[in-house]
């Protein structure tokens, strides 16, 4: 017993010094997530205009959130944004970095392949404002890249006013928004692939078995824990997209391209409905937190089997 207790109080002593080295970490996430979300979560129970003393309302707001349909035009807008932050990367992402990885890299060289998922990830890495100003510019109506460009091949009956058509903005906000998520799914992709045991294609090939097969019945099977965590991760940034829309059309126009995080900040400061907009934001972050927990769970699952 006497030869035990030095060893369990040097790994005592281990464990406290390395809670030393998270109390810096813990204490930000506590006065920059933890206690603004209680403090926002308190103003939503309020009637509020951002001056003056709260008024309690209880329930009021969140009742009236349930029959606003401006904030559920916002959310099924929101649902369009997951298939272009979330679905359609994911999807594309996956078959360009295994067409990276299976083909240009073996092909051309492994520095030709980096160039390329360079060049694809490139929109994730540029300010989101600058590439807002940009595809405003490509997409304007008068003197647009896009429209001249279409004019100048002859396809001047397909010029349009790409962001302010309320039948078009929310549809090329989407498109927008797939150049800009495209990267981060390439890169994780093509980081799973790396760690795939060629053993496993090569005894498939040996099998007869040509690249969609080798693709659906190996590739796809090793890549589902980077799946989850792809869909997860882009599944909330789809969510809580505020940016891109901020720029480019303001959730115009007529509410077109509103989403629930641009719909709670137009009423938190520019309607001053606060206790409002902060309920409006309460209910974002616990819907984004329930699909993480779900995510992370589907994830542990895929890693176990």
Same mark, same amino acid.
């Given at each position: 017993? $006497?030869?035990?207790?030095?060893? !369990?109080?040097?790994?005592?002593?281990?464990?406290? *010094?390395?809670?030393? &080295?998270?109390?810096?970490?813990?204490?930000?996430?506590?006065?920059?997530? =933890?206690?603004?979300?209680?403090?926002?979560?308190?103003?939503? +129970?309020?009637?509020?205009?951002?001056?003056?003393?709260?008024?309690? *309302?209880?329930?009021?707001? @969140?009742?009236?959130?349930?029959?606003? *349909?401006? +904030?559920?035009?916002? &959310?099924?807008?929101?649902?369009?944004?997951?298939?272009?932050?979330?679905? =359609?990367?994911?999807?594309?992402?996956?078959?360009?970095?295994?067409?990276? &990885?299976?083909?240009?890299?073996?092909?051309?060289?492994?520095?030709?392949?980096?160039?390329? $998922?360079?060049?694809? @990830? #490139?929109?994730?890495?540029?300010?989101?404002?600058?590439? /807002?100003?940009?595809?405003?510019?490509?997409?304007?109506?008068?003197?647009?890249? #896009?429209?001249?460009?279409?004019?100048?091949? /002859?396809?001047?009956?397909?010029?349009?006013?790409?962001?302010?058509?309320?039948?078009?903005?929310?549809?090329?906000?989407?498109?927008?928004?797939?150049?800009?998520?495209?990267?981060?799914?390439?890169?994780?992709?093509?980081?799973?692939?790396? $760690?795939?045991?060629?053993? #496993?294609?090569?005894?498939?090939?040996?099998?007869?078995?040509?690249?969609?097969?080798?693709? $659906?019945?190996?590739?796809?099977?090793?890549?589902?824990?980077? %799946?989850?965590?792809?869909?997860?991760?882009?599944? =909330?940034?789809?969510?809580?997209? +505020?940016?891109?829309?901020?720029?480019?059309?303001?959730?115009?126009?007529?509410?077109?391209?509103?989403?629930?995080? @641009?719909? *709670?900040?137009?009423?938190? &400061?520019?309607?001053?409905?606060? !206790?409002?907009?902060?309920?409006?934001?309460?209910?974002? %972050?616990?819907?984004?937190?329930?699909?993480?927990?779900?995510?992370?769970?589907?994830?542990?699952?895929?890693?176990?089997?």
């Amino acid at each position: 017993m $006497r030869r035990g207790s030095p060893a !369990g109080s040097h790994a005592g002593s281990h464990a406290g *010094s390395h809670a030393v &080295f998270l109390l810096p970490g813990a204490l930000a996430f506590l006065a920059v997530v =933890i206690v603004p979300f209680l403090m926002n979560t308190a103003v939503g +129970f309020t009637d509020w205009q951002g001056v003056g003393r709260p008024e309690w *309302s209880g329930l009021d707001n @969140y009742r009236e959130l349930a029959h606003d *349909s401006a +904030f559920w035009a916002s &959310f099924r807008h929101s649902l369009f944004m997951v298939v272009a932050m979330a679905a =359609i990367p994911t999807a594309l992402g996956l078959v360009l970095a295994a067409a990276l &990885f299976d083909y240009i890299g073996k092909h051309f060289g492994s520095k030709i392949a980096a160039v390329l $998922r360079a060049c694809f @990830y #490139l929109p994730q890495v540029l300010p989101v404002a600058v590439a /807002g100003i940009v595809w405003s510019w490509i997409l304007a109506p008068d003197g647009g890249t #896009l429209n001249a460009l279409l004019k100048a091949i /002859g396809l001047g009956a397909w010029q349009q006013d790409w962001l302010g058509d309320p039948d078009l903005a929310l549809y090329t906000v989407m498109a927008v928004l797939v150049w800009v998520q495209l990267g981060f799914p390439l890169v994780v992709f093509m980081a799973g692939l790396g $760690r795939i045991d060629p053993h #496993l294609h090569e005894a498939a090939e040996l099998d007869g078995a040509g690249w969609w097969r080798r693709f $659906r019945h190996v590739t796809l099977p090793q890549l589902r824990p980077e %799946t989850y965590v792809v869909l997860t991760w882009c599944t =909330i940034a789809a969510l809580k997209v +505020f940016g891109a829309v901020y720029v480019l059309t303001k959730g115009g126009p007529g509410g077109a391209t509103d989403v629930p995080s @641009y719909f *709670s900040f137009t009423t938190f &400061f520019e309607k001053t409905q606060v !206790g409002y907009g902060a309920a409006v934001s309460t209910v974002l %972050t616990v819907i984004i937190l329930a699909l993480a927990v779900l995510g992370l769970k589907l994830q542990n699952r895929a890693e176990d089997i």
